[in-house]
């Protein structure tokens, strides 16, 4: 899917809703633990000594936050980043910490059940 054209949603409301049971607390629980993924892991993949297959694991576990919550684009960014360390141990980075920013923002504009 090219990301410009058709952007994924920030964040799905509807996914987390389904995740989380209606849960409101529960939502509020998983999101503060995304965005805590986000801090920590993003600078760790960023990291260029850092083995490349370590680093695809960490996109690949960010991937699995992103879906579990429903960020779209920091799974499909996560996805990318993965794959290309996995292929020849490169990747661009920016679409990920762009896709991270914008859900981070939202969700501390809108506060993170919203």
């Given at each position: ?5 058709h952007?994924a949603?920030?964040l ?26 986000c ?35 920091v ?10 360390l996995?292929?020849?141990?490169r ?22 059940a919203?």
């Open positions: 899917m090219d990301l410009e054209k952007p949603p920030l799905d409301h509807a996914h987390l809703e389904a995740q989380t049971f209606g849960d409101a607390d529960l939502a509020r629980e998983v999101l503060s633990l995304f965005e805590d993924q801090r920590r892991l993003l600078p760790t993949l960023a990291e260029e000594e850092r083995p490349a297959e370590d680093r695809a694991d960490l996109a690949h576990t960010l991937k699995g936050a992103a879906l579990g919550v429903g960020a779209m684009r799974a499909e960014a996560s996805a990318t980043v993965e794959a290309g996995r292929a020849d141990g990747a661009d980075l920016e679409a990920l910490r762009s896709a991270a920013a914008q859900t981070l923002e939202a969700l501390g504009a809108s506060g993170p919203a």
